[in-house]
């Protein structure tokens, strides 16, 4: 049985948990909890491309997967409904000073 996240509509981003967002299950919620990132509003303030790079940076071995997915938890869309050329924009973005 797969398990339903919370609905978050109508709810202040600030107080919303990242992992009740689309995408997001509790691996990455950890992840983001451990840079920093635990609402909503903390994943909206730094960013899909920024949040990805400060994962990468602080040793979390994340994929252009988690890339899409924290963009589409931002947009309520689920990962592999991005746009293709979304997608290539922020993965370009994600490498840029690699």
């Given at each position: 049985m797969v398990e339903k996240k919370p609905a978050s509509k109508g709810i202040p981003s600030a107080?919303?948990?990242v992992v009740t967002l689309k995408n997001i299950g509790p691996q990455s919620a950890k992840w983001l909890?451990?840079?920093?990132?635990?609402?909503?509003?903390?994943?909206?303030?730094?960013?899909?491309?920024?949040?990805f790079r400060l994962m990468r940076s602080n040793g979390y071995n994340?994929?252009?997967?988690?890339?899409?997915?924290l963009q589409g938890a931002l947009m309520d869309l689920h990962w592999n409904r991005l746009?293709?050329?979304?997608?290539?924009?922020?993965?370009?973005?994600?490498?840029?000073?690699?």
């Amino acid at each position: 049985m797969v398990e339903k996240k919370p609905a978050s509509k109508g709810i202040p981003s600030a107080e919303v948990s990242v992992v009740t967002l689309k995408n997001i299950g509790p691996q990455s919620a950890k992840w983001l909890a451990a840079v920093g990132i635990v609402t909503k509003k903390d994943l909206e303030d730094i960013g899909a491309v920024n949040a990805f790079r400060l994962m990468r940076s602080n040793g979390y071995n994340v994929t252009p997967v988690m890339l899409y997915a924290l963009q589409g938890a931002l947009m309520d869309l689920h990962w592999n409904r991005l746009p293709g050329k979304l997608k290539d924009e922020i993965r370009a973005r994600a490498r840029a000073d690699e």
